[in-house]
Structure formats: structure tokens, C-alpha cells
């Protein structure tokens, strides 16, 4: 029979994530910044999911640091992908070359600043002791009822995160407006990771769910990167020689162009949210119906016994 996880089990992999990658992100490793805001990411979201409400203290202070790694790697990261971004559209667009260069060298100057910041403040962030201090919270809920409790509290936390996601993408609209889409991007983030929670609590497989929510996460994210692009070549025009800046004008008409066409498919494949909102619904019901795993037993178990419900399988 299907069981909840151990809430301790949960923390392992990103706890273990942050770990890993930590070193990699204080020497500017671009691969290392990305997987640690990831991490962090993960584990903001699963603290008040494993915290009792004898915890809730604690676990307000232990998201705010995890809040505190994310933002101090966020610009550096933010110009890493912003690099890659100008470079590929240098590779289809050679025409852009010239441009291009411009606002490479205002974007390395930023990131080297971004990396200066990084340094400066990491006197500030444990991030052996924030790893330690979730896995020990995470270990305070393992009774039976206990986890039951943590299967209410990730239900509840799904439900709303796809009540944040729904009114998200209502106000966006269908006219292309920054912000609001901004908050669509943000909203679909926080849903992913809610959902994870769930579908790992709950020993779910919802890999067709996780590869749409995937696809539309990257391409709301290939959007605001495009965004944030477009506004370092604009401030790099602004600061440019008058003959230089029709050049860049094309570039940033080029970046105006790619943003535009990706609204587009976003508008085609938004109904897809939808279909995700509804399987939340079911992920949520029977979560809450799901048994605690049972405790440890000092008799083994019989071999090649199958968890029968496959009701939440996606295929």
C-alpha cells in the first residue's frame, strides 16, 4: 500500500544540492550560482511544509537565510544568463557582432561588480549550518501524526500557490505587459516547487505534469531574460557614441522581436496551466488520504511487494 515519505527524507537531496554547489558559486561558477539559488529555492519552500507550529519561529528565521542565499547570487546570475543570451543571438544574427560587443563589455563590468558584492557579504551566510538546521527540523516530524500534519500543511501550501498561480495569469491578460507577466513567471516557479513537495511527500510520479510545468517555466524564463537583455542594451545605447547607436537600435529591435514571438507562444500554451491547476486539485486529495509510513520493523519485510495505487501516475 502507498504511504506518505519520511518529511526528513525530503530535505536530503536538496539539502545535500546546496551543499555541493556552494563551494562552485563562491568562485563565480556559472553552472554553481544557478544549482545553489535552485537548491535554495527548493528548501525555502519545504521548510514550512516539514515545521510543526512549535517550529514556526524557527522556521521563519531558517527561510530568511535561505531567502538570503538566493538573493546574493541573483545578479550574478542574472548577468551569466543575460551573456549566454546575447551570445546566441550573436550566433544566429552575425550582423549584430558589433552591437553585441558593446553591451558584452557593459554586462562584464556589471558582473564583475555582482561578484565583488557576492564576496563582500558572505561573512553573512552559513550555509553548513542552514543545511543542518533544515535537516533537523525536517527530522522533528516523523511520528505517525506528525506526518499527517506535514501532508495537511503541503496540501494547504499547493492550494495556495495554484490560487496565486490562477490570479497570475488572469491578470497578465493577453496584452504584453512587463509586470504582470513577471508575476506569472514567479507564481509558476513557487507552484513547481510546491508541487514537488507534494509529489515526493506523497511518492507520486507526475512526470508528464513536471515536464509541462518545466516547459512552461523555460519559456516564461527565456522571456524575462530576453527582457532584462533588452534593458542592459538600451542603458548601453543611452551611454554610446551617436554613430554607434543605430547599430545597437537594431540590436535591441532584434531582442524586442524574440520577445514578442515568445509572448505569442506563451498566449497558445497557457491553457496548459489549466490542466495543471486540475491535477493539483487531485494531487491535493489524496494526499491528505495517504497513511503515515509505517514505523521500522525489526522483522524484514517480504520481498517484491508493489505499492498498488497508481491512481496520481501520470503517463
Known amino acids: 500500500m502507498r504511504t506518505l515519505a519520511r518529511p526528513r527524507s525530503l530535505a536530503r537531496r536538496p539539502v545535500r544540492a546546496l551543499i555541493a554547489q556552494w563551494p562552485l558559486a563562491l568562485v563565480d561558477e556559472v553552472e ?3 544549482q545553489a539559488r535552485v537548491a535554495s529555492r527548493r528548501l525555502r519552500e519545504l521548510v514550512p511544509a516539514v515545521a510543526r ?10 527561510r530568511r537565510g535561505l531567502r538570503a542565499v538566493t538573493r546574493l547570487l541573483g545578479r550574478s546570475r542574472e548577468l551569466d544568463v543575460a551573456l549566454a543570451t546575447l551570445q546566441a543571438i550573436e550566433d544566429r544574427t552575425p550582423d549584430h557582432a558589433v552591437a553585441a560587443a558593446a553591451v558584452r563589455a557593459q554586462v562584464v563590468r556589471e558582473r564583475a561588480s555582482a561578484g565583488q558584492e557576492v564576496r563582500a557579504h558572505l561573512a553573512g551566510v552559513d550555509v553548513d549550518k542552514l543545511a543542518a538546521a533544515t ?9 505517525p501524526g506528525a506526518v499527517r500534519s506535514c501532508a495537511r500543511r503541503v496540501a494547504a501550501r499547493l492550494g495556495r500557490r495554484a490560487a496565486e498561480l490562477e490570479r497570475a495569469v488572469v491578470d497578465a491578460g493577453l496584452i504584453f505587459a512587463p509586470g504582470p507577466l513577471h508575476g506569472v513567471r514567479i507564481a509558476l516557479k513557487k507552484f513547481r516547487y510546491a508541487f514537488e513537495v507534494a509529489e515526493r511527500l506523497g511518492r507520486f510520479r507526475l512526470t508528464g505534469s513536471m515536464q509541462r510545468l518545466k516547459r512552461l517555466q523555460n519559456l516564461l524564463g527565456d522571456l524575462h531574460d530576453l527582457q532584462v537583455l533588452g534593458g542592459l542594451a538600451r542603458d548601453t545605447m543611452a551611454q554610446a557614441p551617436r554613430l554607434r547607436r543605430p547599430e545597437l537600435e537594431s540590436l535591441v529591435g532584434s531582442i524586442d522581436d524574440e520577445i514578442r514571438a515568445l509572448h505569442s507562444q506563451f498566449l497558445t500554451e497557457r491553457e496548459g496551466i489549466v490542466a495543471l491547476l486540475a491535477r493539483s486539485t487531485g494531487v491535493r486529495r489524496m494526499l491528505v488520504r495517504l497513511p503515515p509510513p509505517r514505523l521500522p520493523s525489526r522483522r524484514p519485510e517480504v520481498m517484491g511487494t508493489r505499492a498498488s495505487a497508481r491512481s496520481l501516475e501520470d503517463r
Open 53 to 62: 507550529a512549535a517550529d514556526a519561529k524557527e522556521a521563519r528565521a531558517l
Open 32 to 34: 554553481g550560482i544557478h
Open 135 to 143: 535537516l533537523a527540523l525536517a527530522g522533528r516530524s516523523e511520528s
